[in-house]
């Protein structure tokens, strides 16, 4: 592989206090990994510089079809000092599945796997340490042709930014209402919902918005051919525990496969807790909740690792779920995969990924 060429900043920005309460994704570090694509050049010129804006032509493919990839994942600091990754190859095998589907120049694992750990061990002293903030961490690739025909790009951009995050939930873990979405939908199979791209997200905006107005912190999506079976909650999987069983929807072509839903799942299965991945209805759901089977229902996902759910509303039934209190697997699958993340948990081989 090309050496990863270092240019450090001259001027360090000022790093956010400890007391910082940090919100998501607003705070960035000193310096950026960024590569170059041409094609029949391939990546070329890998480096590490101070964050920087970009300059791209406003004609450049991405701003006009959306052909992009982004990924997510957090560094952690441990007590002893060490920084941690949390399964990074998980992710960069997904960003490669995503850039498959968008026609986009498969990434190299050791290009994408030193890119990664020298950004975050140059801009180490940017992880908070404080309970439950981190470092996170998003790879992104760009199409960059200047172009206003639709084909897939000549050439691209691929950066890696790092954020410092807070917990998600300051005051613990607060279990979420989510709304069932009934009009809209994310994804269809054949599409690009198992891809981790902007498209998706662009297309669950006006249902969140509608969500948000009535109080709802998410939006559950049902499938897009029979609007019938549960899908995923906007970033995250879902889980519910029903009658002793933990289920979870199977990838079906349009969920996104997260990390930390097979993370959990895994998790379940050394745990000897019965888990299930299979299609799911609403009216499973319903039945389950009316009838009190539904003992715990969780979303997983990197941002908040996992979200208890409180509440869901379907049309005009809400749904109370667990006395708005987390459950007890929804709690050990938690606490388990932040002590793993953090090195106070020994976890699965190569769950946790050391930077040095
Ligand atoms: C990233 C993402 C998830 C969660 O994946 P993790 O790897 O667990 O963070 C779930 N759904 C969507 C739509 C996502 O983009």
Redesign the pocket.
Known sequence: MQTIRIEKTLCPKEKPGKDNPLTFGTIFTDHMFEVDYEEGKGWYDPRIVPYHSLALDPSAMVFHYGQTM????KAYKAEDGRVLLFRPD??WE?ANRSNARLCIPEIPKDLFMEGLKQVVEIDKDWIPTKSGTSLYIRPFVIATDPFLGVRPSHTYKFMIILSPVGAYYESGLNPVKIWIEDEYV?AVKGGI?EA?TGG??AA?LASQVKAHEEGYAQVLWLDGIHRKYIE??????IFFKINGVVITPQLNGS?????????AIALCKEWGIPVEERRISVDEILEAARTGAMEECF?????AVVSPVGELRYENEIMSIGNNQIGAVTQKIYDTITGIQLGKVEGPKGWSVEVK
Do not use: C, H, Q, W
């Not at 995923?232 to 999987?237: F, I, Y």
């Not at 969920?255 to 993370?263: E, F, M, N, Q």
């Open positions: 982004f990924e997510g994942l998980k992710n997904r994310r919902g981790k998706n997200y669950s995923e909650v906007g970033a995250m999987n969920i996104l496969p997260g990390v930390t839903r097979d993370s979303g997983t996902g990197t941002a």
